[in-house]
């Protein structure tokens, strides 16, 4: 980004006390276990890079942990229905337009909790688009958003509509757009866990019921044709290096992905989510002491790394490309889709720094206007409106493409990234109208994305919260703060400080830990209801029960 980001942020998390009622585990969802949300408020400072105090939520029904008189505080509003008090409160000063787009994040979600009837799972998370229709990858990025208020909205139960309905064969009144959409409930699931202990939902999804490992061979198994509860042809199929499959089925609906292929094509991404659903149900077999299962998928996992590995990896580029089935040969075509490889832990420590250059390219990924959907090497590339899935900038792919430069230890990029994306969505909301947070924007502009049809260019859709509140509540948290993890099972919260100024986040839950952080310049005042470790820059502070100060080193 020409000149310096100038960002303030704040950080958000879950939500708090109400319930929903879910027969599938009462244990986990009933009043008396649900309600743990953190709430996080942090701000960022000027010059260089903007410090993240994001940290995340837990379950924990308690009582408020006394406010601490730090920073400018967003005062809550109740009229939309939520209530504000429950969230996050960010402490924040120098860019007031980070916490207002934080706020309308949660607004626009709060309007998509829906109800339905003749569904197994309601109330439910809705991506906002059609009423009658439910995406399996929507909902799962809206689980990495909702975990920070779990007692609010309800994104880890909604998958339940589609393990029921695929797995058990449950009657459903709403239609699965495509269920060959990308697989990584497994990831979503362990990642919910983090934040909330939430131990019995690892068994309801991988002992109970065993929808982890169902999923997994039924994604296998899948031949293409119509199926019963999909409005879309399955288009995935498994083949001996890969698997055959289609634009829209991927989520990247007119990508220019396959240019060039004469015959088959054998999809990178399709392979890299399927390895990343094995290593994540091997480490949740691992948290329920199920060696089996965990032998069972550390060797799968261990063959789809070894395929991609062997027959993806273009080692003079540098790039896991997609693959002609019928001659091996490579598919030219770059986008940031190659990160499940890196999310999935499929490349080495050389082969992830070739990958970190071209998140760091301006000719790439990289740039004032970071991950643009396709390389903006490519003859596709649409620079000045994206023209959705050939240039926009799409918040799914940004943020699993952070979390793969996190993974690797590659703070400093993904934090700089999420600064910009910010910054660009900030601007956007600020000087566009309507205001809104949008289905995907411009790579080149504080914008909306448009399509392209014909002579013809049509905005993308508006309030989309939908996946796009990732950026103003988990990369703001996550990366741009800089919380990345927040372990109620270590009783661990980790915070890549970045910059200098006061910045903060207020009744903070995760696990039975209730917390306040603020950090005004070197000094951290902590406020706390237990002890945990608060790890800074890799310096450890241990927290106690009560009121401390930290001086930084």
């Given at each position: 980004m020409q000149g310096r980001l100038r960002l303030a942020l704040y950080c958000f998390a879950p939500g708090l006390s109400s319930v929903y009622d879910t027969g599938a585990y009462p244990s986990v969802f009933g009043a008396k276990l649900f309600g743990n949300v953190p709430e996080e408020r942090f701000l960022c400072l000027q010059n260089k890079r903007c410090d993240m105090m994001g940290l995340k939520s837990v379950l924990f029904s308690g009582?408020?942990?006394?406010?601490?008189?730090?920073?400018?505080?967003?005062?809550?509003?109740?009229?939309?229905?939520?209530?504000?008090?429950?969230?996050?409160?960010?402490?924040?000063?120098?860019?007031?337009?980070?916490?207002d787009l934080y706020w309308a994040a949660w607004d626009l979600a709060w309007g998509r909790v829906k109800h339905q009837d003749g569904i197994p799972q309601s109330p439910y998370m809705d991506e906002n688009l059609w009423d009658d229709t439910i995406w399996i990858w929507d909902t799962e990025f809206m689980v990495l958003?909702?975990?920070?208020?779990?007692?609010?909205?309800?994104?880890?139960?909604?998958?339940?509509?589609?393990?029921?309905?695929?797995?058990?064969?449950?009657?459903?009144?709403?239609?699965?757009?495509?269920?060959?959409?990308?697989?990584?409930?497994?990831?979503?699931?362990?990642?919910?866990?983090?934040?909330?202990?939430?131990?019995?939902?690892?068994?309801?999804?991988?002992?109970?019921?065993?929808?982890?490992?169902?999923?997994?061979?039924?994604?296998?198994?899948?031949?293409?044709?119509?199926?019963?509860?999909?409005?879309?042809?399955?288009?995935?199929?498994?083949?001996?290096?890969?698997?055959?499959?289609?634009?829209?089925?991927?989520?990247?609906?007119?990508?220019?992905?396959?240019?060039?292929?004469?015959?088959e094509m054998l999809w990178m991404d399709a392979l890299a989510q399927q390895a990343l659903a094995a290593l994540?149900?091997?480490?949740?077999?691992?948290?329920?002491?199920?060696?089996?299962?965990?032998?069972?998928?550390?060797?799968?996992?261990?063959?789809?790394?070894?395929?991609?590995?062997?027959?993806?990896?273009?080692?003079?580029?540098?790039?896991?490309?997609?693959?002609?089935?019928?001659?091996?040969?490579?598919?030219?075509?770059?986008?940031?889709?190659?990160?499940?490889?890196?999310?999935?832990?499929?490349?080495?420590?050389?082969?992830?720094?070739?990958?970190?250059?071209?998140?760091?390219?301006?000719?790439?990924?990289?740039?004032?206007?970071?991950?643009?959907?396709?390389?903006?090497?490519?003859?596709?590339?649409?620079?000045?409106?994206?023209?959705?899935w050939r240039g926009g900038v799409w918040l799914p792919l940004a943020y699993m493409s952070t979390k793969a430069l996190e993974t690797y230890g590659y703070h400093d990029v993904a934090h700089e990234n999420a600064c910009r994306l910010l910054a660009q969505m900030s601007e956007t909301y600020k000087t566009f109208a309507p205001h809104s947070i949008w289905e995907c924007y411009s790579p080149s502009a504080a914008r909306p994305g448009q399509r392209v049809d014909g002579e013809n260019l049509t905005l993308v859709a508006q309030?989309?919260?939908?996946?796009?509140?990732?950026?103003?509540?988990?990369?703001?948290?996550?990366?741009?703060?800089?919380?990345?993890?927040?372990?109620?099972?270590?009783r661990l919260v980790e915070w890549h400080k970045t910059g200098w100024g006061e910045q903060g986040i207020r009744n903070l839950r995760f696990g039975d830990v209730q917390t306040d952080i603020v950090?005004?310049?070197?000094?951290?005042?902590?406020?706390?209801?237990?002890?945990?470790?608060?790890?800074?820059?890799?310096?450890?502070?241990?927290?106690?029960?009560?009121?401390q100060t930290f001086t930084l080193k």
């Open positions: 009582i408020l942990l006394s406010a601490m008189a730090v920073g400018v505080q967003a005062k809550p509003e109740t009229g939309s229905g939520l209530d504000k008090s429950l969230l996050p409160q960010p402490v924040y000063s120098p860019e007031p337009g980070f916490v958003f909702c975990r920070y208020a779990p007692s609010l909205f309800p994104g880890i139960q909604s998958l339940d509509n589609f393990y029921k309905t695929i797995l058990d064969g449950d009657s459903v009144s709403l239609k699965i757009w495509h269920p060959d959409n990308p697989p990584f409930f497994a990831w979503v699931e362990y990642e919910y866990y983090k934040m909330t202990g939430d131990k019995r939902r690892l068994e309801y999804v991988l002992e109970d019921n065993r929808y982890l490992q169902r999923h997994y061979r039924w994604f296998e198994e899948l031949k293409r044709g119509g199926s019963r509860f999909s409005k879309m042809p399955v288009m995935l199929e498994r083949r001996e290096k890969g698997y055959l499959w289609g634009d829209v089925q991927s989520g990247m609906d007119n990508t220019p992905r396959g240019r060039g292929c004469d015959g994540y149900i091997e480490r949740i077999a691992e948290v329920l002491d199920d060696p089996s299962t965990a032998k069972e998928f550390a060797g799968e996992y261990a063959v789809k790394k070894d395929l991609l590995n062997k027959y993806y990896w273009d080692a003079e580029d540098g790039f896991y490309y997609d693959i002609e089935e019928a001659t091996g040969d490579f598919v030219k075509v770059r986008t940031p889709a190659v990160y499940w490889a890196m999310l999935a832990e499929v490349p080495g420590r050389k082969q992830a720094a070739r990958l970190v250059e071209y998140a760091q390219d301006e000719n790439e990924f990289g740039g004032q206007y970071p991950w643009p959907s396709v390389s903006r090497s490519d003859k596709d590339y649409n620079g000045k409106v994206g023209d959705y309030d989309f919260c939908g996946w796009s509140a990732l950026g103003p509540i988990s990369l703001f948290i996550e990366n741009v703060l800089g919380f990345y993890n927040i372990d109620a099972t270590a950090a005004d310049g070197d000094t951290v005042r902590v406020v706390s209801d237990k002890e945990y470790v608060l790890k800074v820059n890799g310096k450890k502070y241990r927290v106690k029960a009560g009121t």
